[in-house]
């Protein structure tokens, strides 16, 4: 079994997904934003399905629809159902269809987990997460982002704290798990108490990927994983 994470998949369909037919397919371009970001969701499908076997597990840390409802982003969980493996999410600053928990869960396929405020297990192995937010003394910090990250620091505590009793714990967030000069945050407080060795996490795009954390710090090991970052395929993150 292997692990792997991509995160920022921003899909937008209006129509039914047809790998047989792309170009029938209606959806909000990306490209015009970025132009890397051309028929992107095509190019992940494909990578996805050459990389990921149908026991492997992809760890999704957030901004996975553009859709504003949970009834908006029915063509992007048929596009989401197509894909093999495991799938775990959290949710991200652009996930504004993920609401009530229990609604949105019902809403997902049967190959995708939800984690808030809880985890999912794999024998010992524990997925924890939480959105995460912009920390304390970032360029772009303010005095109401405290509120939002206090509240965000608590989820994440949540989640690891559920996964008591499991040898190894991953953690996922949608944003860096530290501000852009990599000073210590209460997130990294919280992996270090509870012996997370792994995080993956998105949300940096372009030139912004400058600011990502190095691979090995505090003796975590981070992986910055948005879509365009790793080139649209899943990354390895380890194997099991």
Not at 6 to 35: C, G, Q, R, V
Request: charged share 20%.
């Amino acid at each position: 079994m292997n692990i792997y994470s991509i995160s920022d998949l921003h899909l937008s369909f209006t129509t039914s997904p047809d790998p047989d037919n792309w170009n029938a397919i209606e959806y909000k371009p990306m490209s015009d934003l970025d132009e890397r970001w051309t028929d992107h969701a095509q190019e992940i499908y494909n990578n996805w399905l050459q990389t990921v076997d149908k026991n492997d597990i992809v760890l999704v840390p957030g901004d996975i629809s553009w859709s504003m409802r949970l009834d908006q982003m029915q063509c992007d969980v048929q596009y989401l159902a197509m894909l093999t493996g495991h799938i775990v999410a959290v949710q991200g600053n652009h996930d504004y269809w993920w609401q009530s928990i229990s609604r949105t869960r019902e809403a997902m396929p049967p190959n995708i987990q939800l984690i808030q405020n809880d985890h999912v297990r794999f024998g010992e192995l524990a997925i924890c997460g939480s959105r995460g937010w912009l920390c304390p003394n970032g360029s772009f910090f303010k005095e109401e982002d405290q509120k939002i990250y206090n509240r965000e620091l608590i989820r994440m505590e949540n989640s690891l704290k559920s996964a008591a009793g499991a040898k190894e714990i991953i953690a996922m967030m949608h944003y860096m798990p530290t501000n852009e000069k990599h000073e210590y945050s209460g997130f990294v407080e919280l992996f270090l108490k509870y012996g997370v060795k792994a995080v993956v996490y998105g949300h940096l795009h372009a030139r912004a990927c400058r600011y990502s954390l190095p691979e090995s710090l505090w003796g975590i090991n981070f992986y910055l994983v948005s879509a365009d970052y790793l080139g649209f395929k899943p990354q390895l993150i380890c194997s099991r």
